[in-house]
């Protein structure tokens, strides 16, 4: 009986390591996974492949992204939903030029006739 009371002060102490800043580490593994799954799903949503969803986050799990990728890509087709076209360039493609830039200056069209190299000689 003796014993079981020195226990008690001791295990209450150890429930409360999160407070003292200790992580446990299946609470950490489980917040990775929900990482990966949040990220892949935003990539489906956001009409990026999943090679892009990993270049992109190359610090999450990748199951967890293909994971969830997929879960939001059977979502998105059971429930017939359009993606959302990203606002960040996919990684290697080069900047487009702006709609307004393109407007505003019309395709210069050469008024030179092309030479002929028969007739130039």
Known sequence: MKRLLLVLPLLAALSACEQLGIEDPAKVAAAKEADGKAIGSACRHAMR????????NPK?????????WREMDEYMRENKLEGVAPVVPRPGAKPSQPAEDA???????STEKPVDKAKAH
């Open 60 to 68: 999450a799990q990748k199951a967890a992204v293909h994971a969830g």
């Open 49 to 56: 492949a999943i090679e892009d969803c990993y270049v992109l």
């Open 103 to 109: 407007e505003d200056k019309p395709a210069e069209k």
